[in-house]
């Protein structure tokens, strides 16, 4: 009988594919809010600026963060 090799295995772990879902919905949400809080004409109101500028937050606190959950799962293996 032919001994099998050991071949890599790929193990995701289900913790992390909800937290990559989690940010990818936050990701897209905000960006968004974004385009539609962009659609009235200058000036924008305080009310939709505030909104922005969190939303711009957000959105980019969450690409970083694409950027450290795939770079340090990539390291783990």
Do not use: Y
Not at 6 to 19: C, D, E, H, K, Y
Not at 36 to 64: I, Q, Y
């Amino acid at each position: 009988m032919a001994k099998a090799t050991g071949q890599a295995t790929v193990t995701v772990n289900p913790m992390f594919s909800l937290l990559l879902w989690i940010n990818t919905v936050l990701c897209i949400v905000t960006l968004g809010v974004m385009v539609w809080a962009s659609t009235e004409p200058d000036p924008l109101s305080k009310v939709r600026e505030r909104l922005f500028n969190a939303c711009e937050h957000v959105f980019t606190m969450t690409a970083g963060a694409f950027i450290g959950l795939l770079g340090g799962q990539s390291f783990n293996s």
